[in-house]
């Protein structure tokens, strides 16, 4: 037996003995009619309260929710004590006679995190008070509000029913405000909440609100009218308060069975799910709409398109299989961790499927962006070394032109060849300028690299849409690639008059779209151009789509993840 089970033995049995000096005391009381149901009423929703509390704190014995339930448990039956004979335990019951709302309206304010933040902490502070204080009126002036049989009050100092009037007016009205305060704050709290929250905050979070409510409107009443409330209102929040216990536990086990059922439905739903359907199904299950799945990789975690991610900072579960790390599922941090690790057990195979895609993905996108540095690399040994050729090429004839009227024949070899040398230059130019990064997109971005091939184009070519801010460099790359590959075709096969150019951006997607009037019946399976571009596309977990119906136009469509 461990320190946590000893000290819910412990508690358990001094709840019972409580409970048994309790039913002992209204069994002999003076002023009590019905001791039997008295008895029954009072000590068994002691019970039910400590009972609840101790099986909550077993469960998650760092949230104090459990040991709120257990101090309500406690302050009630301390409520069974109002009807003993002897004046001093009955003027001790009736001062600690509204902890239990105290300790009740603690719980309502932490639950279900079991902390207060620091406007609930003021709130709960004013209702210790208040409830430590509610009664002073009553005994110091010895009003008979409680019953006409029950013993007198050992703190009487004034037999003033003007005093103890105005008091009882002063502390009912500052419970009415404080009611209407806590009320205010956990509707304010409903609203706020997420759906998870809201199913977790749901069965106390409104039995609470209606207890609160029938003792500000039991107290209202009472301060309205000048005398006690019989009947109705004091039973209903009893009744109210007696029911708690129950809903809270009805909610466990709901939560427990609707576990059960969403692993189950999950299982049957992960082997008919087609890829990418993955993070839907666990956001089904744990009704988290806000659910993310991250995946780990040998160089971090990736999100589903292979794009780096932080590591998680906010609630989240591990998800492994066979004991080897697969992945991670972000979640509201109200979900219960038992339902999110059945979710992330029955999940980890399917998890694993799809970090093998991310890892393809993230690789193929390192092998995108290795081409553009390559490129880059290849631009700049153009300019320094191609470049510097061409420049002593043409000093080379600059010289040979100098030498036609004194030397033909030594001006004739020196051009021939340098016409050689220049053949073998601009071959080279062009084996080496096939794909090479241009310098206007690196330095000015998608907007004036799109401008630039729409000036050089041989037909007009209008640009509609190109965004100004600049995107990831390896979707700019992509995204200038289509449109020159698309402006090239169009030249030379699309016998077209104009061309347009759009670039936008929708739902996380560079959007690409270049449309011409031409004959259109373009086939993309002709050439290896179209193919270089959807492999590029692809590598960026991208699509691309040809539309050119015969004797319509062509447009070709790119979509590509920002």
Same mark, same amino acid.
């Given at each position: ?12 049995? @001094? ?97 279900? %995190? ?17 409830? @430590? ?44 405000? =404080? ?60 009744? #109210?308060?007696? @029911? ?53 990789? &040998? ?15 906010? @609630? ?70 191609? %470049? ?14 100098? %030498? ?14 340098? %016409?050689? &040398? ?30 630039? =091939? ?6 007009? #070519? ?56 031409? #004959? ?35 447009? =070709? ?6």
């Amino acid at each position: 037996m461990n320190a946590l089970t000893r000290a819910l033995a412990m508690l358990a049995l @001094a709840a019972l003995l409580v409970g048994l000096l309790a039913a002992a005391v209204i069994a002999s009381s003076d002023h009590v009619d019905d001791t039997a149901f008295a008895i029954t009423f009072m000590v068994g929703v002691g019970y039910a309260w400590i009972a609840t509390g101790l099986f909550a704190t077993y469960r998650r014995p760092a949230n104090k929710v459990g040991v709120l339930m257990t101090a309500t448990g406690f302050a009630w039956l301390l409520n069974a004590f109002v009807a003993a004979n002897s004046p001093a335990i009955f003027t001790f019951a009736v001062l600690a006679s509204n902890l239990y709302l105290a300790t009740f309206v603690h719980l309502l304010l932490a639950y279900p %995190q079991g902390t207060l933040r620091r406007l609930e902490r003021r709130i709960a502070a004013v209702v210790y008070a208040l409830c @430590a204080v509610g009664a002073l009126p009553i005994l110091l002036s010895g009003l008979e509000v409680t019953c006409e049989r029950c013993p007198d009050s050992v703190i009487q100092i004034t037999s003033s029913t003007t005093v103890g009037t105005v008091g009882d007016i002063l502390t009912s009205t500052a419970a009415i405000l =404080l009611a209407g305060t806590v009320i205010w704050v956990l509707a304010a709290r409903w609203r706020a909440a997420s759906r998870p929250q809201r199913r977790v905050l749901a069965p106390l979070l409104w039995s609470g609100i209606v207890l609160v409510a029938l003792v500000a409107v039991t107290l209202t009443s009472q301060t309205v009218s000048g005398d006690q409330v019989p009947g109705i209102l004091p039973v209903a929040w009893q009744v #109210v308060f007696a @029911a708690v216990p129950f809903a809270f536990l009805g909610g466990l086990l709901r939560g427990q069975i609707a576990q059960a059922d969403a692993v189950g439905e999950l299982l049957q739903r992960l082997g008919e799910a087609s890829t990418g359907d993955l993070r839907g199904l666990l956001a089904d299950a744990l009704h988290d709409p806000s659910l993310q799945l991250l995946y780990w990789v &040998e160089d971090g975690w990736v999100r589903r398109d292979g794009r780096s991610a932080d590591r998680p900072h906010h @609630a989240y579960t591990p998800v492994e299989l066979n004991g080897e790390l697969v992945g991670a599922i972000i979640h509201d941090a109200s979900l219960e961790p038992e339902a999110v690790a059945n979710v992330a057990a029955a999940a980890g195979l399917a998890m694993r499927g799809e970090r093998l895609e991310a890892a393809l993905r993230r690789s193929r996108a390192r092998i995108v962006e290795a081409g553009l540095q390559e490129r880059r690399r290849l631009e700049r040994n153009l300019h320094d070394g191609a %470049q510097q050729r061409l420049v002593a090429l043409s000093l080379t004839l600059r010289i040979a032109q100098n %030498q036609i009227a004194k030397n033909p024949d030594t001006a004739a070899e020196m051009v021939g060849a340098a %016409q050689e &040398e220049l053949t073998r230059a601009l071959e080279e130019l062009r084996e080496l300028a096939r794909g090479i990064h241009p310098a206007v997109l690196s330095d000015r971005g998608l907007q004036a690299a799109v401008e630039a =091939l729409a000036v050089r184009s041989p037909l007009p #070519v209008k640009v509609v849409e190109v965004p100004g801010e600049r995107l990831p460099e390896p979707v700019e790359a992509a995204a200038y690639f289509v449109i020159a590959e698309a402006l090239t075709n169009v030249a030379k096969y699309a016998n077209a008059s104009n061309a347009t150019v759009a670039v936008r951006r929708v739902n996380g997607h560079a959007c690409v779209e270049v449309r011409d009037d031409g #004959v259109g019946g373009a086939d993309p399976g002709r050439g290896s151009g179209l193919q270089g571009l959807a492999d590029r596309v692809g590598a960026l977990d991208g699509s691309l789509a040809l539309d050119s119906p015969p004797g319509s136009g062509t447009t =070709l469509r790119a979509e590509i993840p920002v």
